[in-house]
């Protein structure tokens, strides 16, 4: 019969317990991660709030609160007022799914997984989950049931040139990763230029480079100048014009104000950022799927 020692015991039972503990830490870490997740999510940060169930979930792949957040964080990323995102909206359904994986009974989960297949166009998966909820959590499965008979499908796109062409309400647009390149028209004193600006809603004034104001033929020296904080914190040199007119898509706004600044640091080749100034009070939608603005109201 095959005997084990006292200390080959003790040695055994002392990791079991080391074992234990690792798994409660993890656990409590991973827990801790979540609040943090939800926190950002009611404040609309969804970017930091992603991050932080990312890391929940990977400390413990056990917490179905760390899924439900990732979720709901991509749902919030990948589908807004702004623009729709395909690739981030189907992260959003596998992390809802692994969620329900581990705790098939959180009804808002199966919600929420229903409004991003929605988000996604997939109209019959959406009901899908509306069905699994009537049973269980017939007030969840109505919100999901009012969401659905709201939907409206996007247009159909069709297929435009490069170069930035419109057609109608929609404009074909450059994507690297994330960010997306529209195609601008400017004009000042008789002189037009075509630019590539980043559609940035962060940004408060468009804002353009030397070279762009070069081609336009603007005399920096007799711009107003200041100074500005940029997205790296950094303060900069920047001057201020006013244009006759600014165009992308089928919108133009006359006598915009712009602020010339030199972009540094770039990866991407493009002349300025599109802002708020202009953005502000239209309503469009970034197809990344098919590289395209849709400004339909």
Not at 3 to 20: C, K, P
Not at 34 to 62: H, M, T, W
Not at 117 to 133: F, I, P, T, V, Y
Not at 236 to 254: C, I, M, N, Q, Y
């Amino acid at each position: 019969m095959n005997r084990v020692s006292g200390g080959v015991v003790l040695t055994l039972v002392i990791s079991l317990l080391l074992s234990v503990s690792a798994a409660r830490a993890d656990s409590a870490s991973a827990a801790s991660l979540c609040k943090v997740g939800d926190r950002y999510l009611s404040q609309g940060d969804y970017g930091k709030a992603v991050k932080a169930f990312e890391q929940a979930v990977r400390i413990d792949p056990d917490v179905a609160a760390g899924y439900a957040g990732l979720g709901r964080g991509y749902l919030k990323l990948g589908a807004n007022e702004v623009m729709s995102n395909p690739a981030l909206l189907e992260k959003g359904v596998a992390a809802f799914n692994a969620a329900l994986r581990l705790s098939p009974g959180l009804a808002d989960v199966r919600r929420d997984l229903g409004l991003t297949w929605l988000a996604l166009g997939n109209r019959d998966q959406a009901l899908r989950e509306q069905k699994l909820l009537e049973k269980e959590a017939p007030q969840v499965a109505r919100e999901l049931a009012a969401a659905i008979a709201g939907f409206r499908s996007s247009p159909a796109y069709r297929e435009l040139g490069a170069g930035g062409a419109t057609e109608g309400n929609l404009t074909a647009v450059d994507i690297k990763g994330n960010t997306v390149l529209v195609p601008v028209t400017l004009a000042i004193a008789g002189q037009t230029a075509q630019a590539s600006l980043v559609l940035d809603t962060g940004a408060s004034m468009t804002t353009i480079t030397p070279g762009l104001a070069a081609r336009l033929g603007i005399r920096l020296d007799q711009a107003p100048v200041g100074r500005m904080q940029v997205a790296d914190g950094r303060m900069v040199e920047a001057r201020a014009v006013r244009l006759d007119r600014v165009t992308a898509g089928p919108h133009s706004k006359a006598g915009m104000v712009v602020v010339v600044v030199e972009q540094r640091g770039a990866e991407l080749q493009f002349d300025g950022l599109l802002g708020m100034d202009f953005l502000r009070d239209l309503h469009y939608r970034v197809d990344f799927k098919h590289k395209v603005i849709n400004w339909a109201p």
